[in-house]
Nanobody
Framework: QTQLVESGGGLVPPGGSLRLSCAAS????????MGWFRQPPGKELEFVAA????????YYADSVKGRFAIGRDRAVNSIYLQMNSLKPEDTAVYYC?????????????????WGQGTQVTVSS
């Protein structure tokens, strides 16, 4: 059973930066498309960013374009989310997800494997 483990969350002031990482437990996910989603307090799960298994295609939610960057390191079977210029509205639990062939990279329902989530709080 593939497991995903996120790390790197925490408390950061507005305008600050954080880097989240997501490591997969087995090599099968090397060929999986992967993404980041988040759930703000009291709100629905929402798409943040996604990357295809070779890294050739990258997708971002409009709310994070120009501030966040997704990347993957296939050698260690992990992805990251570099978050810059953080805003209070970025406060959420962030989840990474993986699947072999999501038809819609921005749809949470298309992903089979999920991490446990990591809390990101942007506050002064």
């Amino acid at each position: 059973q593939t497991q995903l483990v996120e790390s790197g969350g925490g408390l950061v002031p507005p305008g600050g930066s954080l880097r989240l990482s997501c490591a997969a437990s087995d090599r099968t996910t090397t060929n999986y498309h992967m993404g980041w989603f988040r759930q703000p307090p009291g709100k629905e799960l929402e798409f943040v960013a996604a990357i295809t298994w070779k890294g050739g295609n990258i997708y971002y939610a409009d709310s994070v374009k120009g501030r966040f960057a997704i990347g993957r390191d296939r050698a260690v079977n992990s992805i990251y989310l570099q978050m810059n210029s953080l805003k209070p509205e970025d406060t959420a639990v962030y989840y990474c997800a993986a699947d072999t062939m999501p038809q819609d990279m921005s749809a949470a329902s298309e992903y089979t494997y999920w991490g446990q989530g990591t809390q990101v709080t942007v506050s002064s």
